[in-house]
């Protein structure tokens, strides 16, 4: 089965900086990638998503990025702000249309 | 659209009893999946209907666990007997066909006493 790896686990950056979350997968065959940022006491939302035919996602200050030799895909949040603090998960859709979830990273924006 | 719905928001209960969370399903969506969220273990899916028909219950912890889809538009997840241990906050989401649409509901935080 697809195996999903996240890191970091977490991050603080200061405000107006960029952060970087990475992940990694295990199956080739996984086509569908998004991304959920999850506040506190609050459900998971998606926020960015990729498909396996695209290299590159942007959406203002959030863009995805996936490398489907090396099988892995990157969250990058530009001009950070203090509301972007939050847990940050990744997945990866398998062909059994499952999702398998990264461990989350805990971001932290220091104003 | 109200979105993915869950009851209890909140439980709390005595060890041994038993435990019996709600989702309704967004209308349309034919999927439904249950995750276990705790801090040591992240997001854990419990099981995955597919049609109302279970498709992977592997991540079911054990025979303590049961869920059933009876129709579209409703499923449960039942924990008997419960322990302190499955304390964590249970989500259910759904979507169309896997991945269009994937949403999740709010929450049940259970606490087992």
């Known amino acids: 089965g697809e195996n999903v790896e996240q890191h970091p686990s977490t991050l603080s950056v200061q405000e107006g900086d960029s952060a970087v979350i990475k992940c990694t997968y295990s199956?080739?065959?996984?086509?569908?990638f998004p991304w959920y940022k999850q506040e506190l006491g609050k459900r998971p939302q998606l926020i960015i998503d990729?498909?396996?035919?695209?290299g590159e996602k942007k959406d203002q200050r959030i863009a995805v990025t996936l490398n489907k030799t090396a099988k892995h895909f990157s969250l990058h949040i530009t001009e950070t702000q203090p509301e972007d603090s939050a847990v940050y998960f990744c997945?990866?859709?398998?062909?059994?249309?499952?999702?398998?979830f990264g461990t989350g990273t805990s971001l932290t924006v220091i104003p | 659209d109200a979105g993915v719905i869950q009851s209890p928001r909140h439980e709390v209960t005595e060890m041994g009893q038993e435990v019996t969370l709600r989702c309704k399903p967004i209308?349309?969506?034919?999927?439904l999946f249950w995750y276990r969220q705790t801090m040591m273990r992240g997001l854990e899916l419990l099981i995955y209907?597919?049609?109302?028909?279970?498709?992977?219950d592997s991540g079911m912890p054990e025979d303590r666990f049961s869920a059933k889809m009876p129709n579209a538009s409703f499923s449960t997840l039942k924990i008997q007997p419960s322990e302190p241990r499955d304390s964590a906050v249970y989500f259910c989401?759904?979507?169309?066909?896997?991945?269009?649409?994937?949403?999740f509901g709010s929450g049940t935080r259970l606490t087992v006493v």
């Open positions: 199956d080739s065959a996984s086509n569908y």
């Open positions: 990729i498909r396996s035919n695209v």
């Open positions: 209907f597919n049609n109302n028909v279970p498709i992977d």
């Open positions: 209308s349309g969506h034919n999927s």
């Open positions: 997945a990866a859709l398998d062909t059994g249309n499952q999702f398998y």
């Open positions: 989401a759904s979507s169309f066909e896997g991945n269009y649409g994937y949403t």
